[in-house]
């Protein structure tokens, strides 16, 4: 009789232990969301601020994998990962035609907030000695050409860009201007701000291609160059390596599988939400150079701005 009442008492423990589980959400496990991280600083706050979030403030798992900017887009399609949150769509017209408008396989995740912008940038100081520097048009004389030249690039001048995933047109620019310049592509965007510091703390000739925002304009004294104006002309002529003029600002945006609504739509929403200010980007870029970790910089955004992020919780 005592067995029989010990194994009646601990059946109910159980069951009461599986309410007590269901109620809770314990029985009902949220799906990992995968998210895709950059190789550029801002890249990572994002990831960072939404992993944390979700994590934190949501209860699903958060898994980040770091891919380019250009495979990310089958990854996305396959349903390998969930999102991306910040795709600079200039560079990517033609995948954004393919993956989001043809097939619909990837979902275009609405605006991200700031507004990107990719040029040349020149030190300052360069443009109070020549200021023909300001423009391109300073670019096409030979002797100028030489002044910025390297080890590398010889008797031409020495174009520096960023890693070769990133997306840039350079080499085409220079070429259809008339520039005697070689593109040399940095093995990272630390390698690239690094060779820029270094050139600047020694007052020495740089040419180069940089974005914003950045945290880099609150350090040095930098004059963009002037391109020729930006129209879709000039772009169209891309595959024909044809472009001849600026970059075009980008309304920076987020791509997600077209698998995420379904697979979690709280996690979804939660990303649509998303969106903050180029003031914000600047503000974590800036805990960067203070020394924080990408990890740090994100939470004390959140931790300084909970009336933002509380609105993007479904």
């Not at 990992?32 to 994002?46: G, H, K, Q, R």
């Not at 703390?201 to 880099?216: C, G, S, T, W």
Request: hydrophobic content about 45%; proline content about 5%; aromatic content about 12%.
């Amino acid at each position: 009789m005592f067995e029989k009442k010990t194994r009646i008492a601990i059946f109910v423990l159980l069951a009461t232990a599986v309410i007590l589980l269901t109620a809770c959400g314990g029985g009902d496990a949220k799906p990992t969301i995968t998210l895709i991280e950059n190789s550029w600083p801002a890249s990572e706050l994002n990831v960072a601020v939404a992993a944390n979030l979700l994590e934190n403030q949501m209860g699903f798992p958060v898994e980040v994998v770091s891919l380019d900017e250009s495979a990310q887009w089958d990854a996305l399609a396959a349903g390998d990962a969930d999102a991306s949150l910040e795709v600079w769509p200039s560079g990517h017209g033609e995948r954004i035609a393919q993956y989001i408008d043809e097939q619909g396989v990837v979902e275009d995740g609405g605006p991200l907030g700031p507004v990107g912008l990719i040029a040349w940038y020149v030190p300052t100081y360069m443009v109070d000695e020549n200021p023909a520097l300001a423009t391109w048009e300073g670019y096409t004389d030979p002797a100028v050409a030489k002044q910025f030249s390297s080890a590398e690039t010889g008797d031409k001048g020495t174009f520096y860009a960023g890693p070769a995933g990133w997306t840039q047109y350079d080499q085409q620019i220079i070429d259809n201007l008339g520039m005697n310049f070689e593109v040399i592509n940095a093995a990272s965007e630390d390698a690239l701000l690094a060779q820029v510091t270094a050139a600047y703390e020694r007052k020495e000739p740089i040419l180069f291609y940089f974005y914003e925002p950045h945290v880099l304009f609150t350090r040095l004294d930098l004059t963009m160059v002037e391109l020729p104006e930006y129209s879709d002309a000039c772009y169209d002529k891309i595959d024909a390596g044809g472009v001849d003029c600026a970059y075009p600002g980008d309304q920076l945006m987020k791509i997600f599988s077209a698998k995420l609504a379904e697979k979690a739509p709280d996690a979804h929403q939660f990303l649509k939400n998303f969106n903050y200010t180029t003031a914000d980007q600047t503000t974590m870029l800036g805990y960067l150079d203070q020394g924080m970790t990408v990890e740090e910089a994100a939470q004390k955004w959140i931790d300084d701005n909970e009336s933002v992020w509380k609105a993007w919780i479904p």
